[in-house]
């Protein structure tokens, strides 16, 4: 699939070193395709939407380690 603006997709947080806040599975909104490959998300977190300007797609799984600061498409059921 191709992202396009408007498509809902599921971010990874990238937390924090300590711990404290752990890294999250988080919806949000493609608001642009970049050029480069990247798009633009509204990321909605419980305390309020982000903008992320520049994120990359990952295959890993959503909520991962791996995915941590990505973004990847919801699974299907």
Do not use: C, Q
Not at 10 to 32: C, M, N, Q, V
């Amino acid at each position: 699939m191709k992202p396009s603006v408007g498509r809902i997709v599921h971010y990874t947080s990238l937390g924090d070193s300590e711990g404290k806040f752990p890294s999250e599975l988080h919806a949000a909104l493609i608001t642009r395709v970049n050029d480069d490959g990247t798009v633009a998300l509204k990321v909605f977190y419980t305390v309020g939407i982000f903008d992320m300007l520049r994120v990359e797609r990952t295959n890993e799984v959503a909520g991962s380690a791996a995915a941590r600061g990505m973004w990847t498409w919801p699974e299907r059921v």
